[in-house]
């Protein structure tokens, strides 16, 4: 069974500063989705990267970036420049791409901006 | 985002009543799942469809049953709710090799 791990219950970074979140999942599919997440306090699961497994490349939406190391099952999240606005919990998530194409969460990382 | 619309947003209930969360989407999306959310465990997967009458079961699927019988409709249903069903509840659609999208959730209290 297909697992993702965050490592990192809690962070915080200063504002304008860079932060990196962990993720390290387990599969032994050779093609996959990888997301990230935001849930802010209103709960809402908000979409913020995506990766496909077979792109080497590695994801870039305006100031998040991913980390995507497929040898080594790895696909962190890195903030540029955080904002009050990125305070949120943050899940890592994992899709196959077979079957019912389920989506398999972290149990997520808490991120505080400190002013 | 796929317009996504859970009924109710929240829910008090009593012990071993009934209770059916709806999820509706406007996307045509084949893909419709439900989801759990508990503090320490992320989300975990209740049970999901694959088509109209076509489900199956997810990881925490005891005590709740589902039904589609329409594209756009997705049903959870809690035959006598528990205390350990306390949870907030979270709808998803997508299509085959895509993102999936969520509700806003359905915050759920069993008392």
């Known amino acids: 069974a297909q697992t993702v791990t965050q490592s990192q219950p809690e962070m915080s970074v200063q504002e304008a500063e860079t932060v990196t979140l962990s993720c390290t999942y387990d599969t032994s599919e050779s093609d996959y989705y990888l997301f990230w997440y935001k849930q802010p306090p209103s709960r809402q699961m908000i979409l913020v990267i995506r990766q496909e497994a077979y792109k080497q490349q590695n994801a870039t939406e305006n100031r998040f970036s991913v980390n995507f190391q497929k040898a080594a099952k790895s696909f962190s999240l890195k903030i540029s420049d955080s904002q009050l606005g990125d305070a949120a919990m943050y899940f890592c998530a994992y899709r196959i791409v077979q079957g019912a194409q389920k989506l398999v969460f972290g149990q997520g990382t808490r991120l505080t901006i400190n002013p | 985002d796929a317009g996504i619309t859970q009924s109710p947003r929240h829910k008090v209930t009593e012990t071993g009543t009934p209770v059916t969360l709806r999820c509706h989407q406007t996307e045509n999306h084949r893909y419709m799942y439900w989801y759990r959310q508990d503090p320490g465990h992320g989300l975990r997967l209740i049970h999901y469809?694959?088509?109209?009458?076509?489900?199956d079961k997810g990881e925490v699927s005891d005590g709740y049953s589902v039904s589609r019988s329409k594209t756009e409709d997705f049903l959870l249903t809690l035959e006598s709710a528990t205390s350990s069903q306390t949870s907030v509840y979270f709808c998803?659609?997508?299509?085959?090799?895509?993102?999936?999208?969520f509700g806003e959730g359905s915050w759920l209290t069993v008392v």
């Open positions: 998803g659609t997508g299509v085959p090799g895509n993102t999936i999208y």
């Open positions: 469809s694959y088509g109209v009458k076509d489900t």
